[in-house]
């Protein structure tokens, strides 16, 4: 049973004060959690329903972790997901070490995309395009936030997402395309073989600090009147673009 | 001033009841009601910061409506969003009346859309696209659903959305495509000149009872490892390449 301390602490995780502090972060629902524990991450503790345990007992065996068999009841009160509560694991988070980009590959920068939900979805997206490196500046959406992990549908598992000051990080970027409502339409845009995609703010899109480092801005084209997608819509069209354009 | 019997009347909007018994929905935040009143719609009752009604002035002189000069406080209390409440309006609904479709056109077919807020990105994004009309199952999010209106950014104005019977509405239709995992690849597919397009449920994808009306079964390609599209991403990326095809 999660004792009251522990169901605290689990809770605690929900805030990224106390995520910071510990450097841990929850991963909640069956799903998430049987693909996490196939995954590299490090589980410092799972709590569970006696099903769940039951089902994943051999992916258990390769764990060393604490268990604690929990009610459904227990793991709501302590989750952030309002049903289908049966598995949350307290994850250790790995270091924020951003990697010299790119070689051979693209990988997607987000400068201040804000809304934790759609910062999930960009991740997921990701996955499916396959591009598994994400740079994000420091006014992104917490990656470890429960609603972007939850978002993510496991695809935080497999795309790195890194922290850092984009200006200077991207300031020798060999090849760096931005987003914007004007620019070469990205239907017929001959990509590079590497480079970098920069999705601009929900509101307010490129900063001008980035903008002034970009080598060639991109638009996806309007057929229509309204005035600008969602961020992560405008991601996902650029990637498949781009995917599209190497066929 | 918002009496407090206004205030409750405008709360009692949020609720999916209230609206389907008043036959009204609440339009928020300074751009969608500026966008709101160049609109058809008819609005009953608009609260407004006194700096909200002086910039749209002129806009006001051309609607009959109550007009009640409100705090921001007053207004935050009233809406549904957490910041920037400058405006509120109390709009009435439109008969929902699906037409006979399509007409040298596309029309998107939602198939159990839960997530107001992904309905409401779907909504943005068909307006880009250029697509007016959308047939949704009885079990969608509800269009009226302030973070439907909220995430559409104003497009709700453009695109009609109606309820319906699927299966009854969709039976004779001319050309039906349905997105599923596995199918023909939309970066190929020679579409036709017009048809409808089903997204599936976010969870569950296209029902089986809709499944089997579909003539094309379409597939976004996958490159890397997620299991599967956020539905309003899948439906971007089709319509993406719906109007590419046409180029």
Same mark, same amino acid.
């Given at each position: 049973m999660l004792s009251k301390a522990k169901l605290k602490y689990i809770k605690s995780l929900q805030l990224k004060k106390y995520r910071k502090e510990e450097q841990r972060f929850i991963v909640e629902g069956a799903r998430s959690v049987a693909e996490l524990l196939d995954s590299d991450f490090q589980i410092t503790m799972l709590a569970a329903t006696p099903d769940f345990l039951h089902q994943q007992v051999k992916r258990l065996a390769k764990r060393d972790m604490e268990t604690i068999e929990s009610s459904e009841q227990q793991l709501a009160a302590a $989750? &952030?997901? %309002? +049903? /289908?509560?049966s598995a949350i694991a307290v994850v250790q988070m790995k270091p924020n070490e951003p990697p010299r980009l790119p070689a051979n590959e693209f990988t997607l920068v987000l400068d #201040? *995309?804000?809304d934790p939900g759609n910062l999930g979805t960009i991740i997921r997206t990701a996955d499916w395009y396959g591009i598994y490196n994400i740079i994000a500046s420091g %006014? +992104?959406? #917490?990656? !470890? /936030?429960p609603k972007t992990i939850g978002a993510s549908m496991g695809s935080f598992l497999r795309v790195r997402l890194f922290y850092t000051v984009l200006t200077d990080y991207l300031r020798d970027a060999p090849k760096l395309y931005g987003t914007f409502l004007k620019g070469t339409d990205v239907h017929t845009i001959p990509f590079a073989k590497e480079g970098f995609i920069v999705i601009g703010n %929900? &509101? /307010? $899109? *490129?900063s001008a600090a980035v903008e002034g480092l970009i080598h060639e801005r991109i638009m996806i084209p309007r !057929? $229509?009147?309204?005035e600008s997608l969602n961020a992560g819509v405008a991601a996902a069209v650029v990637l498949d673009n781009l995917r599209r354009s190497k066929k």
């Open positions: $989750g &952030s997901l %309002e +049903t /289908n509560e #201040d *995309i804000r %006014e +992104t959406a #917490d990656v !470890y /936030n %929900e &509101s /307010n $899109g *490129i !057929y $229509g009147a309204a």
